[in-house]
């Protein structure tokens, strides 16, 4: 079966996380992605968090599956030339360099789009036009910067930082979402263009409902579904809301059985306004189903700790899966905190291709996050990284250089 994106080549000029992620999403729809780095030294993350001495590390390895990969210095002249080979006969160029890098090597936009009116461009900085502009960033400045560290963690605690990479790989996404609706464009236009994604909009726009509540807080003073509201004075900005619920529903994270030594028997129970009655038989209080001071979400609100305490009463009875199973039954929404552990062993993650196990020619079998997006028509086979250089002289046949030429600029450092 063919795959969405069969005949597309992609210059992956990406390194650490954020560009690698977009141009794996890109390879897993089946285009060509080429991954070229620098001729010594690699994606530094290669060598970066190894748990196998001299053996790429899984860093690297679980962000750059199913690609070819060269090696090329591309400050030389003879390089330069191969790159500009490459940009001709691709469709995109994907980096992720520090501001100014890709220009400095002499690939401005201009150059690009001179040598191939029909190439997608498209950069991850880490800001926008302004005053950060220049700056170099990494996952957590973009959290940082990006509005979800002050609106994460706890109210009596610093700022904090998420463990999703929703700076990097939350970047990678939405830069393969614009280089996807460019190729579209070109269709019509016939034209390629310039795609870029700034890490701290991507943070920014996936912590949109913050924003939402800066300006409902500036008019009415409170944040009712806050657990400071009726507890604490609110002050000038969102304040971090621990592990309530982001959304319209009331939420917490629950004690369940074994949490005394578990550090993740716990699950996430959201306190639906259409579930009240339900949960009321399920933790033995049938009579708060009817009871007025209670079967609003209006009423319930400055009780929502004691309502919560009391629900934990039960599912402290119960293992955090029981939980689960029995609240099914009754259609509250809510869901166990597993530990990376757990994932890993997950067998419905793994049949659904969500966890998959890959074979390294050196590292041997590891396990790795599948396709997130399951598309009927464009299956995925998730294949190894490749080596350092391992296609360098495949990709330059394909150019149309010869054994001898490719032998020269080896033993010139070019590749
Ligand atoms: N041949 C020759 N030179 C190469 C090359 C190649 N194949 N590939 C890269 N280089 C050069 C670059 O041109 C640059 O040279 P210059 O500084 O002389 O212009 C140099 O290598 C280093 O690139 P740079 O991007 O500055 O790497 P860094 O290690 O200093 O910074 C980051 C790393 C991630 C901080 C920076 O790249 C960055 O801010 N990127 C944008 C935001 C981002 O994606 N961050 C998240 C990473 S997960």
Redesign the pocket.
Known sequence: MKKALDGIKIID?T?????PSCTQLLAWMGADVIK????DEGD?TRKQLRDIPDVDSLYFTMLNHNKRAIT????SPE?KEILDSLIATSDVLVE???????D??GMTWEHIHSVNPRMILAS???FGAGRYEEC????NVAQCAGGAASTTGFDDGVPVVTSAQI??SG?GLHLALGIVSALFQRVTSGRGQKVSVA?QDAVLNLCRVKLRDQQRLERTGVLEEYPQYTHKPFGVAVPRAGNASGGGQPGAVLKCKGWETDQNAYIYFILQAAVWPAVCKVIGEESWADDEAMNTPQARLPQLQSIFQRIEQWTTEHSKYDVVEILKHYNVPCGPVLSMKEIAEDYDLQASGSIVEVNHPVRGKYKTVGMPIKMSDSPVDITSSPLRGEHTAAVLHDLGYSEPEINLLREKHVI
């Open positions: 000029f390194h650490v996380q954020s560009g070229v780095e620098r001729v530094a090329l210095n591309t400050k390089g992720n360099f520090a501001p100014g890098a890709l400095r090597m991850v900085k880490g170099k960033s990494y996952e700076g990097d970047s890490m």
